[in-house]
């Protein structure tokens, strides 16, 4: 997908699906001269949708890194955000965290029931993990599966849903859930980095108990 993008959208999506890069590591991704990638980043820098900064790293020269500013991050758009908090207060206040709760329940039961049944032909939970991968970054999570250690890191780069997560952190528990329910019981699945906190991503370690 990232090599059909036009060549400064490329670099956006690198950054969000990266997190901070030097110039060197970016054109190495972009498959471009360090020279042609530096003038990308100084136009997304014009634009504001992209900053340098310089960090130091033990006793060698301090490194320049780039990173997406909040106009590069708002390029990856909250799904319907404006919309979507507004029906959360107004069922919270006419209704109740009650009816709020139900409805999340009600969306969770759903997902775990599709998810289980995408899953169920998966033999291992390597299979299992890149398959719900697969499932995430459908949703616009821009989800991926890396190997950590004896276990995987499911990482959604995106939350399409981060108005709402933030308005209700509901959400942000019925998806863990969902996650621990879909892998079952033997499978230990705990959320590392998390969007609402502040990082840059949402990741998951999962492994066998």
Same mark, same amino acid.
């Given at each position: ?8 959208? *490329? ?11 030097? !110039?060197?590591? !970016? ?9 042609? $990638? ?10 504001? %949708?992209?900053?340098? =900064? ?28 404006? &919309?979507?908090? *507004?029906?959360? =207060?107004?069922?919270?206040?006419? &209704?109740?965290?009650? $009816? ?13 029931? *599709?998810?289980? $049944? ?6 291992? %939970?390597? /299979? ?5 991968? =697969? ?18 890191? %499911?990482?959604? =780069? ?27 019981? /033997? ?9 609402? %906190?502040?990082?840059? *991503?949402? $990741? ?6």
């Amino acid at each position: 997908m990232i090599n059909n993008l036009p060549d400064h959208e *490329r670099a956006l999506w690198i950054l969000k699906t990266k997190g901070d890069l030097p !110039l060197t590591a !970016l054109a190495d991704i972009l498959q471009v001269t360090v020279e042609g $990638a530096r003038f990308q980043l100084l136009k997304l820098a014009g634009e504001g %949708l992209v900053k340098a =900064n310089t960090i130091a790293k033990g006793r060698g020269r301090p490194q320049q890194v780039y990173s997406l500013t909040p106009l590069g991050q708002a390029r990856f758009p909250d799904t319907h955000a404006d &919309l979507t908090v *507004r029906l959360i =207060n107004t069922m919270r206040s006419t &209704l109740g965290d009650d $009816a709020l709760d139900a409805v999340i329940k009600a969306q969770q039961k759903q997902a775990t029931e *599709r998810y289980t $049944a995408e899953l169920k032909p998966m033999q291992d %939970l390597s /299979q299992k993990v890149s398959a719900l991968a =697969n499932i995430r970054n459908a949703e616009g999570y821009m989800a991926e599966m890396e190997k950590d250690g004896d276990g995987y890191l %499911l990482i959604e =780069n995106h939350c399409p849903i981060c108005a709402a997560a933030t308005a209700c952190q509901g959400f942000c528990k019925a998806e863990l859930d969902t996650f621990k329910s879909v892998l079952g019981k /033997q499978v230990k699945v705990e959320r590392v980095d998390h969007i609402i %906190l502040g990082a840059r *991503r949402c $990741a998951y370690k999962i492994e066998e108990k």
